[in-house]
């Protein structure tokens, strides 16, 4: 396997925003951008773990930001990554107490030319937390739902790839692991509330 | 349209999938407006939705990133049929070996932190302007005519970073790396704080070189290999592997 080649901005925002050709477009990313934001990381007291957790959680934010209009090329996206990832990995390091003369020296530097970003990854933990409650579905549940919410497969393909008898049972089976789910987030208003931020940018 | 509860939850689920028809959809939206539990719970399922979403991007990133970490990692694996190429070939090179190694000795002594400098320095030229000189700050028309002290008198440490850099390089024309050095580390330390990226791949490249001419292996080794492993870096073609050896070698004399 190869690192994708290398795209230009505007290729890589249109093929994440197209949703076509996402993962071209995710190894790309890692070609031009993981050397550098991680070797940030780990110039700031980061470890090797902790420049690939920071570097992913970027990724993922970026192609949401993306998909939802919210990148809009104000900056190059590799400035825009950098930005993402100095403000994930400041707040990281202030929710792990640690007292670094450096971050002071950031917090109050007027910040004139890289975008402010630090508003998109404020809700980072409680992401987290949703992925975590997902994960807390049984197998079946969770494969349905992502093969239908996420891959956008029919009713059809997810019979053949998940062999029940027949669609009424698949759509029977997805109906009630999404309420099993919609039920897990109602118990929890900040989650159901962090989702609805997502939802509407 | 079905009343109970359940009847209700999947209408609302069948609004958010798009498979209702438009007179149902109507009739739906209609009963929205003034149910405000009905709201609540289509808002429920979309957020259930939405965390089905977000679990899916990060699976398929999570994915993505695991590989890609192998294939970085992944040490070079040798063939059966070219190990047994390579075993030929030992024997064929070990003849060679004794010539190259002495090359190499002679090499290897004769190697010094300046030769390696002057090999891989090439003065930064600016690119002409075309609003003449008025365009141009007092800086840049010193380091035009090549007034390189001029440049180190001129600027204050506030200067622009344009103008930090060309002080970099006037100090290594003027053969002076250390202070090349601070010139460039002011640049990084501000893209680092700023976040921007002006003169960054320049600075880094120059400032690996102030290093070697520095002594400062160990930093330049850093650089050298950052640059070396971002192929969009702007210097990426000309950090060989020849000059990383060449630094390492020069560090372990």
């Known amino acids: 396997m190869e690192l994708s080649k290398t795209l230009s901005d505007s290729a890589l925002v249109e093929s994440i925003r197209s949703g076509q050709n996402i993962e071209p477009a995710i190894r790309s990313m890692y070609r031009d951008y993981f050397g550098t934001l991680s070797w940030y990381v780990l110039n700031n007291n980061g470890t090797q773990q902790d420049a690939e957790d920071i570097f992913q959680e970027i990724v993922v934010r970026f192609i949401e930001l993306v998909q939802k209009n919210k990148f809009r090329g104000e900056s190059t996206v590799k400035t825009f990554l950098f930005s993402l990832a100095r403000h994930t990995w400041l707040n990281e390091l202030k929710r792990r107490g640690r007292a670094w003369a450096r971050e002071e020296k950031f917090e109050n530097a007027q910040d004139h030319s890289a975008p402010d970003t630090s508003y998109l990854i404020a809700d980072r933990e409680a992401r987290l937390e949703i992925i975590k409650l997902v994960g807390e579905l049984g197998e079946n549940c969770r494969t349905i739902l992502l093969l239908y919410y996420y891959e956008n497969k029919s009713m059809k393909e997810i019979l053949q790839l998940m062999h029940y008898e027949n669609e009424q049972v698949v759509r029977n089976k997805k109906y009630k692991c999404l309420k099993q789910l919609e039920e897990m987030i109602r118990e929890r208003p900040f989650l159901k509330q962090t989702l609805i931020n997502l939802l509407h940018g | ?253």
């Open chain 2, 1 to 253: 349209m079905d009343n109970s509860t359940q009847g209700m939850t999947d209408l609302l689920v069948r609004y958010l999938d798009g498979e209702l028809t438009e007179a149902e959809k109507q009739k739906l939206e209609a009963r929205l407006d003034v149910d405000v539990e009905l709201q609540e719970e289509l808002a429920s399922l979309r957020a259930a939705r939405e965390a089905v979403q977000q679990y899916g991007l990060r699976e398929q990133v999570a994915g993505i990133h695991r590989q890609v970490m192998q294939e970085m990692h992944k040490p070079q694996r040798v063939g059966g049929n070219i190990r047994r190429v390579i075993r030929f070939s030992i024997s064929v090179a070990a003849s060679i070996i004794l010539i190259v190694g002495a090359i190499l000795a002679l090499n290897f002594f004769s190697l010094s932190p300046s030769r390696v400098f002057t090999d891989n320095y090439l003065s930064y030229e600016l690119a002409t302007t075309r609003g003449g000189q008025a365009d141009v700050s007092a800086v840049e028309q010193a380091y035009r005519s090549k007034s390189y002290y001029e440049v180190t008198r001129r600027v204050p440490l506030a200067g622009n970073l344009k103008d930090q850099f060309l002080v970099g390089m006037s100090y290594l024309e003027l053969k002076n790396p250390a202070n090349a050095i601070e010139a460039f580390r002011r640049i990084v330390s501000t893209n680092e704080e700023d976040g921007g990226g002006i003169l960054q791949d320049e600075t880094e490249y120059y400032l690996a070189l102030a290093y070697i001419a520095n002594r400062d292996y160990d930093f330049a080794l850093e650089l050298l290999e950052k640059i070396k492993q971002e192929p969009a870096h702007t210097y990426h073609e000309r950090v060989s592997a020849k000059l990383i050896r060449q630094v390492k070698a020069l560090k372990w004399r």
